[in-house]
C-alpha cells in the first residue's frame, strides 16, 4: 500500500516555473515505477512523465525538453519541474504509482494502482 500526497501547484504566467511535489508513504515506493499525469477539464487524462527505479524517465511529447521529473527515495518524494509553461499545460496534475513494475515503466495511466488526489496549476498568458 502506498500513499501519495501532492504539493506545488498553483498559478504561473506563460514562460514561467512550477515544481510539484508528490510526498509518499508506504511499504514499495523506492521500487516502483512513479509517473505524473494531468487532466484538464473536458479532457482526458494525460501521462507527462514516469520514472523507473534507477531513475530512467520517459516524458510526453507535448513536455519534453521542458518538463523534468526526478526522484529522491531518501526522501520518499517525487518531483515534477515545469518550466516554459504554456497555457495548455493548465490541468490536475496526479502523481501515480505502478506497483506491477520498477523498469521500463510507461506512460498508461491504468497501469497505475495508487493515485494521489491532485494538485491544480493553471497558467495564464
Known amino acids: 500500500q502506498v500513499q501519495l500526497v501532492e504539493s506545488g501547484g498553483g498559478s504561473a504566467q506563460s514562460g514561467g516555473s512550477l515544481r510539484l511535489s508528490c510526498a509518499a508513504s508506504g511499504y514499495g515506493y523506492r521500487s516502483y515505477c512513479m509517473g505524473w499525469f494531468r487532466q484538464a477539464p473536458g479532457k482526458v487524462r494525460e501521462g507527462v512523465a514516469a520514472?523507473?527505479?534507477?531513475?530512467?524517465?520517459i516524458y510526453a511529447d507535448s513536455v519534453k525538453d521542458r518538463f523534468t521529473i526526478s526522484r529522491d527515495n531518501a526522501k520518499n518524494t517525487l518531483y515534477l519541474q515545469m518550466n516554459s509553461l504554456k497555457p495548455e499545460d493548465a490541468a490536475m496534475y496526479y502523481c501515480a504509482a505502478d506497483s506491477t513494475r520498477g523498469s521500463w515503466c510507461y506512460l498508461a495511466g491504468t497501469l497505475y494502482k495508487y493515485w494521489g488526489q491532485g494538485t491544480l496549476v493553471t497558467v495564464s498568458s
Open positions: 520514472i523507473d527505479r534507477d531513475g530512467d524517465t
